[in-house]
């Protein structure tokens, strides 16, 4: 099993819709995690960090965190052409090192 | 400004020559984090860094080599055992608050094999 694993895609969803990006883990005692969003050639940018269970709100983004499932999620909402990038699934893994791993990224396409 | 500059954004390394990155923060961030990007793929982690003088392999670290001398820089030396170096490297920091975690980026370094 992977430590954090995201569906490649690429995700399509249309101008408006709800666009729903998932991250599993393989670190039960993980505490930190966090969305990215990247655009090719350039560093990623933070979208969203989540600490507790449930969800997350931040404009059109809203995180979720299940610990139990390992499972955290990102939903955007009225999904915009300018969306369109690479997202980025990361987990700080207990062990007192900080390692923190990122998934391989799922590619979401919003077309008009 | 605060944040973290990495250099050079461009580098050609011949075959069989060791090259190193450079990563600098002053943000008096403790973490630090290489990470390796190939096209059209995820972030794979090279090494990493909580402390100064303490480093710990990531899951790609054959054919690389850190140093944490000092607490704001943390370079990245790719090594002529690297076979396929040529990639888009990030150096990251990260500070660890009560409230939570920030990650920072730098804005990255392309390496080219020539």
């Known amino acids: 099993q992977k430590e954090v694993e995201q569906n490649s895609g690429p995700l399509s969803v249309p101008e408006g819709a709800i666009a729903s990006l998932n991250c599993t883990y393989s670190?039960?005692?993980?505490?930190?995690f966090f969305w990215y969003r990247q655009y090719s050639g350039k560093s990623p940018e933070l979208i969203m960090s989540?600490?507790?269970?449930g969800d997350k709100e931040d404009g059109r983004f809203t995180a979720q965190l299940n610990k139990a499932s390992q499972y955290v999620s990102l939903l955007i909402r009225d999904s915009q052409p300018s969306d369109s990038a690479t997202y980025l699934c990361?987990?700080?893994?207990?062990?007192?090192?900080?390692?923190?791993?990122f998934g391989a990224g799922t590619r979401l396409a919003v077309h008009p | 400004d605060g944040g973290i500059t990495q250099s050079p954004k461009y580098l050609f390394r011949k075959e069989g020559q060791n090259v190193t990155l450079s990563c600098e923060q002053n943000?008096?961030?403790?973490?630090m984090y290489w990470y390796r990007q190939d096209p059209g793929q995820g972030l794979r982690l090279i090494y990493y860094?909580?402390?100064?003088?303490?480093?710990q392999k990531g899951d790609i670290a054959e054919g690389y080599s850190v140093s944490r001398e000092k607490k704001e820089s943390f370079p990245l030396t790719v090594t002529s055992a690297q076979k396929n170096p040529t990639a888009f490297y990030l150096c990251?920091?990260?500070?660890?608050?009560?409230?939570?975690?920030?990650?920072?980026f730098g804005e990255g370094s392309w390496l080219t094999v020539v």
């Open positions: 990251a920091s990260r500070e660890q608050k009560f409230s939570g975690n920030t990650i920072y």
């Open positions: 860094s909580q402390i100064v003088n303490d480093f």
């Open positions: 989540i600490y507790s269970n």
């Open positions: 943000l008096n961030h403790d973490a």
């Open positions: 990361a987990v700080v893994f207990s062990g007192g090192y900080n390692k923190l791993i």
């Open positions: 670190d039960r005692g993980s505490q930190s």
